[in-house]
């Protein structure tokens, strides 16, 4: 079935970056779009952006413009997901999801991304 | 934006049980729309139903949903031990696309 593997947990300094990857397989990269959540420690879920493999157009929510970029590499059949200025808050675990019929119907693993001095 | 309401935020039921869950949203919004996570602890949520009412592959039939408008219902018929978990909302709209309710704790009585 559909598979999407995440890179591995991450510890950076406050104002650092942290570029996190999502390699998808077992279906045609290009005809679904890639969304990335997080999930701070004990809380909900927070819906982050959205990136077309297919054209490459991208949204991010707004609290987040001008700090994250999302990439794909369709050679690869990888999505990226950079976090820019990275706060205490920006710790959490980062969710790679395909997007279907207006859901998230295949999650990656989860990556940690610590925040810490 | 869309801001989804999800009560209660825990219910403590036993196994055997018929759970209800609800959730809100501060605006309409159109059934093909709304869908239904489970997440249980230390894993990625999971896609339980969509379209308001669709049961993703593999959720058990015990699963239904059900809803329009801005109110929508998750039901599990009948508990089973692997049913307890945290779940979510989410709906798709236009700005931002995607939100998500708070989540509703199902503990074990």
């Known amino acids: 079935q559909v598979q999407l593997v995440q890179s591995g947990p991450e510890m950076r300094n406050p104002g650092a970056s942290v570029k996190v990857s999502c390699r998808a397989s077992?279906?045609?990269?290009?005809?679904?779009?890639i969304n990335w959540v997080r999930q701070a420690p004990g809380q909900g879920l927070e819906w982050m952006g959205w990136?077309?493999?297919?054209?490459?157009?991208?949204k991010y929510v707004q609290n987040l413009q001008g700090r994250v970029t999302m990439t794909t590499d369709t050679s690869t059949s990888t999505a990226y997901m950079e976090l820019r200025s990275l706060r205490y808050d920006d710790t959490a675990v980062y969710y790679c999801?395909?997007?279907?019929?207006?859901?998230?119907?295949?999650w990656g693993q989860g990556t940690l991304v610590t925040v810490s001095a | 934006e869309i801001v989804l309401t999800q009560s209660p935020g825990t219910l403590s039921l036993s196994p055997g049980e018929r759970a209800t869950l609800s959730c809100r949203a501060s605006?309409?919004?159109?059934?093909?729309?709304l869908a239904w996570y489970q997440q249980k602890r230390g894993q990625a949520p999971r896609l339980l139903i969509y379209?308001?009412?669709s049961r993703a592959t593999g959720t058990p039939d015990r699963f239904s949903g059900s809803g329009s408008g801005t109110d929508f219902t998750l039901t599990i018929s009948r508990l089973e031990p692997e049913d307890f978990a945290v779940y979510y909302c989410q709906q798709y709209g236009s700005s931002p696309p995607y939100t998500f309710g708070q989540g509703t704790k199902l503990e074990i009585k």
């Open positions: 379209g308001a009412s």
């Open positions: 605006q309409s919004v159109s059934s093909s729309y």
């Open positions: 999801a395909r997007e279907l019929n207006w859901a998230l119907d295949s």
């Open positions: 077992r279906y045609t990269f290009t005809n679904y779009a």
């Open positions: 990136i077309s493999p297919y054209s490459g157009d991208t």
